[in-house]
């Protein structure tokens, strides 16, 4: 939403209003040619509003998909009346701050506008249209489909994309037309609030707040658009600071004899804003008035934090660094990339996304990347990230294609970034601009230049347009061209020497240990992809079971050639599974494995600065890279990155970057301290050799004390690193373990899991306890596998931990609770509940299905 200031009078134009259409292809479905009007809610889209009317079946489940295609073809009209008494101020406009995307707007038959772009807000003069008593609002939407098609027989030649599908003509959520992640549903409508706002001589039309800091002062440079009447008198406007704790921290007024007015505001010992887990995140108010005629004519208001950000590149001995630095203090980033939550914005409630958001600190992040492909962030996006201290990378809103640099296309991108920059540069967790998504990499790898033949392909925006934006508007903030990029279009956006680089061809070819091949300086992409959780791909999937060859499970999955890919990244740890829970889980634990090793990997490296996951999140019940799935379940990778995300990181790892099959690098293993928090780090740390049965066979204590944003790291004796097929590695410090088994999985000497496990209702909670008797590795109990007998829908549930190594003579105890605190039915009759499939570990396998071992309050035993 695009936050407007106050007026003296506005009418919100939300809520209820009629949606008719005209079909558009041959095979639509019956009802789409009855022409009769459905209720429809604004804000939303017409399949929200389809759902709603019970004339769509859920697209997302089985192969539905199929039957909504008609929709993106067809033509949608959305009206309404509304009461006006007939008194208004000078101007009254008709403001929209989201239309999806070709809409023709009419008010009483008259034409108002015609727009073409999802991502601008619009606002138009209406008085002379408007009358007393009843009026007609009726706004019309064209096929985004066919409108792309058009566009890109009239530009007369293809733009590159990775689909075949014509997103790069048209400035719609590209993500709309499919990815590789995400369904295929091109939406319409009015997805965000509008209304009638009545104004006199002057309005407030945007805020910008810019800070420095000298010393022990915050400078804040507030710059305020003002839009007049060619009649307004004198104006004035009068900023007031805030501080947290409620007291004035600095107030000016100044005369408004500009369209653009600069207010100082001085700020004495500021509380400074910081990423989580470096500080805390106070937030000052900040209210701007414009006055004239006596009166307060307008008023605004942000929410704001005070700090600095840069990004530092500086020559090392490979390359260019490439880091962020917030307050003077290099920021080290563990992160993950965010796609649009949902196909369907109006479906993100306010209380899905603080989960989410929570998902994402609790998951160890202190940065979200706002990836291009879908639509600028919402203000509850920014302002929860501002209260939770989760630092913002965004993306403009170009992705993995070429696009036109044709005058139009260039005026409204223009206008795109001036309303976002205006709009979200007032947040402290913002602290980059990104170009746009891999769309100068196609230029080099993608074999971009023979289809274009020599036409632009869309650089002028990421090295000229939106420069030119943040050069006018937010000059402080930094900005990078695209991601990855290596600090000039005339070197391969993707050179691991400099700049933020992605890191694919792990997943897209090789095994996950080839992550510790390369020492970046940044690392803005890497991911893996698994299945959702059983009871999410359940829930879609009608028929069969959940196992690749299943076309309702394939259908779920987008990732080109992602079933082989899958299988390919089991086939040196576990095989070909036999059934379809062990492809489940095991396709789950190569996921989190891999992510694991990667980030600790990464971070262990000196010159690395940052690592960002793909993704966290997902819109639909997909299989992908998300660490949290679409129905919000946390898959094991987000417990895997949990740990090695956090400040304090202990890790195993070969000593240089490898190169090499030798699974202990060319130079052996050493033991590494990451230091992310704010104090120096000192611990003994106890690395063990171990039996596969848990006998010890040698040890080594290494004390190491890494500073504050510092690494300390110490070689292993080569007796202790030597390879074995029989024997592993733990290392243990403060409530820490790092665990390093020489050679893959099915390369071990065979050692069946032995436990006992029990299960207990405590305090509103679900316990399950488990006593290990020999090495049971990525233990994990599957919280939404009890929702049944707990009488809760699966995502309800929630587990505290997963992907444990518990040795012999170890107990590990995992909780299980209701997401909202709620206590969980004691009386339930938790002995139905079998051990398999709800708690797993590595090489239990198939044989479990058969042992009909029950979890059960007298315990089981295996």
């Known amino acids: 939403m695009i936050p407007s200031t106050t007026s003296p009078r506005t009418l919100d134009l939300g809520g209820p209003w009629n949606l008719t259409w005209t079909a558009g292809p041959d095979d639509s479905p019956s009802y789409a040619t009855s022409g009769a009007a459905i209720p429809a809610t604004v804000p939303g889209q017409v399949h929200t509003d389809l759902l709603a009317a019970g004339l769509l079946e859920d697209p997302d489940i089985g192969l539905r998909e199929a039957d909504q295609m008609w929709i993106g073809h067809s033509q949608w009209t959305y009206s309404r009346t509304f009461i006006w008494d007939g008194t208004s101020g000078e101007r009254t406009d008709l403001v929209a701050d989201g239309l999806d995307t070709f809409a023709t707007v009419r008010l009483n038959g008259h034409e108002v506008a015609v727009t073409a772009d999802q991502h601008i807000g619009y606002r138009w003069d209406v008085a002379s249209l408007l009358v007393a008593g009843e009026n007609l609002l009726e706004i019309t939407f064209g096929s985004a489909w066919d409108a792309a098609h058009a566009c890109e027989v009239q530009l007369g030649g293809e733009l590159p994309r990775p689909y075949d599908e014509p997103y790069p003509y048209v400035r719609k959520s590209a993500c709309n037309f499919g990815w590789d ?11 965000q609030p509008i209304r009638l706002e009545s104004w006199s001589h002057g309005r407030i039309a945007s805020i910008r707040p810019d800070t420095t800091i000298d010393g022990t002062t915050a400078i804040l440079s507030v710059s305020v658009g003002i839009e007049r009447l060619s009649a307004s008198p004198d104006l004035t406007l009068t900023a007031v600071l805030t501080a947290p704790d409620g007291s004035e921290a600095a107030r000016a007024t100044v005369p408004a004899g500009q369209d653009d007015v600069v207010l100082a505001l001085e700020v004495t010992e500021p509380e400074l804003w910081w990423p989580v887990g470096l500080g805390a995140q106070p937030l000052y108010d900040l209210s701007v008035v414009l006055h004239g005629d006596g009166r307060a004519l307008s008023t605004g208001s942000r929410r704001i934090g005070l700090r600095t950000v840069t990004v530092e590149e500086e020559p090392d001995a490979i390359g260019t660094t490439w880091a962020f630095v917030v307050n003077g203090r290099r920021v080290r980033v563990r992160g993950y990339n965010w796609i649009p ?25 202190n940065l979200l990347r706002v990836w291009g492909g879908g639509y600028f962030s919402t203000e509850e996006f920014m302002a929860g990230c501002d209260e939770r201290g989760l630092m913002v990378w965004h993306d403009f809103l170009f992705a993995c294609a070429a696009y036109d640099e044709s005058d139009a296309m260039i005026e409204a991108v223009t206008t795109e970034a001036e309303q976002a920059v205006a709009r979200l540069s007032s947040h402290p967790s913002l602290v980059i601009w990104c170009g746009g998504n891999e769309c ?3 230029m080099y790898d993608w074999g971009w230049p023979e289809i274009l033949a020599g036409r632009p392909y869309g650089a002028a925006f990421y090295t000229e347009v939106l420069p030119g934006v943040l050069e006018r508007l937010d000059p402080t903030r ?9 600090g000039s279009l005339g070197k391969h956006p993707n050179d691991r020497d400099s700049g933020p680089v992605h890191i694919w061809e792990v997943w897209n070819t090789v095994d996950y240990v080839h992550y510790r091949d390369v020492d970046p300086p940044f690392v803005s992409e890497m991911g893996w992809c698994a299945p959702p959780a059983w009871s999410t791909l359940q829930r879609v999937v009608t028929d069969g079971e959940l196992v690749p060859s299943n076309p309702q499970v394939a259908h779920h999955m987008r990732a080109a050639d992602g079933m082989e890919k899958l299988a390919r990244g089991l086939e040196p740890y576990f095989g070909e599974p036999r ?15 891999s992510q694991a090793a990667g980030a600790e990997w990464l971070r262990t490296r000196e010159r690395c600065a940052g690592v960002i996951i793909w993704q966290l999140n997902d819109c639909w019940p997909v299989l992908s890279w998300s660490a949290v799935d679409g129905d919000g379940i946390e898959k094991p990778v987000w417990y895997a990155l949990r740990r090695s995300f956090a400040d304090h990181l202990l890790a195993i790892v070969p000593v240089t970057a490898g190169g090499t099959d030798d699974p202990t690098g060319p130079d052996g293993l050493e033991v590494v301290l990451v230091n992310d928090a704010v104090s120096d ?11 596969l049965d848990g006998t010890e066979i040698a040890r080594e204590s290494l004390p190491l004390s890494a500073a504050a944003d510092g690494t300390a790291r110490a070689a292993l004796p080569a007796g202790l690193a030597a390879v074995s097929d029989a024997e592993f590695l733990v290392a243990d410090a403060d409530g820490l373990r790092s665990t390093w088994f020489f050679v893959p999985d099915a390369a071990l000497a065979p050692v069946e899991p032995r436990f006992t496990a029990e299960v207990t209702a405590d305090d509103g909670t679900v316990r399950v306890t488990v006593h290990a008797r020999t090495v049971l590795r990525d233990l994990c109990v599957f919280a939404d596998r009890l929702a049944d007998l707990l009488d809760v829908t699966a995502s309800e549930l929630a587990v505290d931990d997963m992907m444990l190594t518990v040795l012999p003579g170890e107990t590990a105890v995992f909780t299980v609770s209701r997401r909202d605190g709620g206590p969980l039915d004691a009386t339930a009759d938790l002995s139905a509940a079998g051990l398999f499939p709800v708690l797993r570990c590595i090489g239990d396998g198939a044989s479990l299905v058969s042992a009909a071992s029950e979890l059960a309050s007298g315990g089981t035993t295996r």
């Not at 992640?181 to 997805?191: D, F, K, N, R, S």
């Open 440 to 442: 100068v990499w196609g």
């Open 478 to 486: 930094p900005y990078v061209p695209n991601s990855p990029w290596a």
């Open 341 to 365: 939550d949902d196909p369907f914005i109006a479906e993100v409630t306010e209380e899905r996304l603080g989960q989410r958001l929570d998902q994402a600190v609790d998951g160890g992040a």
């Open 579 to 593: 059934t379809a829970e062990d492809w489940h889980y095991l396709s789950q634990m190569v996921q989190a494995r």
């Open 181 to 191: 992640w995400g369904p295929h549903y091109v939406t319409a409508g009015i997805w």
């Open 681 to 691: 780090w000192t611990a003994d740390v106890v690395v063990r050799r171990l039996t």
